[in-house]
C-alpha cells in the first residue's frame, strides 16, 4: 500500500487540477469518520485498529513499554496522515502550476517522512514484537487474534482492505489466510476472498495457492 501511494504521489502531476483532485479525494476520502473504503490514508489507520483493539491488550502482561512506544507512533503516524491530506487540499487551491508542483514536491517529502517512520515501525513490530508473542502465545490463539481482527471490520472495509494485501503477499503466506479463511469463515465470504485472489493476483501464484489450498 505504501510503495504503491508512493508510486503514485512521485508520478502525479501537480500542475494537472483534474489529475490532482483524483488522488487528494483517494488520499482522505471522508478521513474524519474513517469509514470510507477508498481512502488510503484511512487503510494506513486501520493497522492501529487491529493492533490496539487485540493484539496490544493481549501484549501488555510481557511487552508494556514496547506496546505504549508502538501506540505513540500510531498516534504520529494519525497527525502526519491527516497533515498530507491537508496539505493536497491545499494544494488544490493554489492558482499557478507552478505552486501546485511545488506544493507537490513537499507533499512527496511528507509522505517519505512518514512512510520511512511507518516502515521502520512495522520492522519492530516483527523483529520485537513477534517474538514476544511467539514465546508467550500459543499458535492457537495467534489464530484466534487474527480471525478477531478480521471480524472487527466491516465486509466492506475489510475485502477494500484485502484488495491490498492479497496481491502483496506471497504464496505461502497466501496458502496460509486462504486456508484459515476456508476452515472457519462462511462459504460465501470465503468465494468473494477467491473471486478477488482470481481477479487481483498474479495468476502462477494464485494457481499454486489454489491448489494448496483446494479451492
Ligand atoms: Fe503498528
Same mark, same amino acid.
Given at each position: 500500500?505504501?510503495?504503491?501511494?508512493?508510486?503514485?504521489?512521485?508520478?502525479?502531476?501537480?500542475?494537472?487540477?483534474?489529475?490532482?483532485?483524483?488522488?487528494?479525494?483517494?488520499?482522505?476520502?471522508?478521513?474524519?469518520?474513517?469509514?470510507? %473504503?477508498?481512502?488510503?490514508?484511512c487503510a494506513l489507520a486501520y493497522?492501529?485498529?487491529?493492533?490496539?483493539? %487485540?493484539?496490544?491488550?493481549?501484549?501488555?502482561?510481557?511487552?508494556?513499554?514496547?506496546?505504549?512506544?508502538?501506540?505513540?507512533?500510531?498516534?504520529?503516524?494519525?497527525?502526519?496522515?491527516?497533515?498530507?491530506?491537508?496539505?493536497?487540499?491545499?494544494?488544490? /487551491?493554489?492558482?499557478?502550476? /507552478?505552486?501546485?508542483?511545488?506544493?507537490?514536491?513537499?507533499?512527496?517529502?511528507?509522505?517519505?517522512?512518514?512512510?520511512?517512520?511507518?516502515?521502520?515501525?512495522?520492522?519492530?513490530? /516483527?523483529?520485537?514484537?513477534?517474538?514476544?508473542?511467539?514465546?508467550?502465545?500459543?499458535?492457537?490463539?495467534?489464530?484466534? $487474534?487474527?480471525?478477531?481482527?478480521?471480524?472487527?471490520?466491516?465486509?466492506?472495509?475489510?475485502?477494500?482492505?484485502?484488495?491490498?494485501?492479497?496481491?502483496? $503477499?506471497?504464496?505461502?503466506?497466501?496458502?496460509?489466510?486462504?486456508?484459515? %479463511?476456508?476452515?472457519?469463515?462462511?462459504?460465501?465470504? $470465503?468465494?468473494?476472498?477467491?473471486?478477488?485472489?482470481?481477479?487481483?493476483?498474479?495468476?502462477?501464484?494464485?494457481?499454486?495457492?489454489?491448489?494448496?489450498?483446494?479451492?
Amino acid at each position: 500500500m505504501i510503495y504503491g501511494l508512493s508510486t503514485r504521489l512521485q508520478t502525479n502531476d501537480f500542475a494537472d487540477v483534474a489529475g490532482t483532485r483524483v488522488l487528494a479525494a483517494d488520499l482522505e476520502n471522508n478521513f474524519a469518520t474513517a469509514q470510507s %473504503v477508498g481512502c488510503i490514508l484511512c487503510a494506513l489507520a486501520y493497522h492501529a485498529e487491529g493492533e490496539e483493539g %487485540v493484539i496490544f491488550p493481549a501484549s501488555a502482561g510481557f511487552a508494556k513499554d514496547l506496546v505504549n512506544r508502538l501506540i505513540e507512533e500510531h498516534h504520529e503516524f494519525t497527525r502526519r496522515e491527516m497533515e498530507i491530506g491537508r496539505a493536497a487540499r491545499h494544494a488544490l /487551491e493554489l492558482s499557478s502550476p /507552478e505552486e501546485r508542483i511545488a506544493a507537490g514536491v513537499r507533499i512527496n517529502q511528507m509522505a517519505n517522512e512518514l512512510f520511512a517512520a511507518y516502515i521502520t515501525h512495522l520492522n519492530r513490530e /516483527e523483529t520485537e514484537l513477534v517474538p514476544l508473542l511467539q514465546a508467550n502465545i500459543t499458535d492457537a490463539e495467534q489464530g484466534a $487474534m487474527r480471525g478477531k481482527i478480521i471480524g472487527m471490520f466491516p465486509p466492506d472495509r475489510l475485502m477494500a482492505l484485502l484488495n491490498w494485501m492479497l496481491p502483496a $503477499m506471497n504464496v505461502n503466506e497466501l496458502s496460509d489466510l486462504l486456508g484459515a %479463511v476456508k476452515k472457519g469463515a462462511p462459504p460465501q465470504f $470465503m468465494k468473494a476472498v477467491a473471486d478477488l485472489g482470481t481477479a487481483k493476483v498474479d495468476s502462477a501464484r494464485w494457481n499454486t495457492v489454489r491448489q494448496r489450498v483446494g479451492i
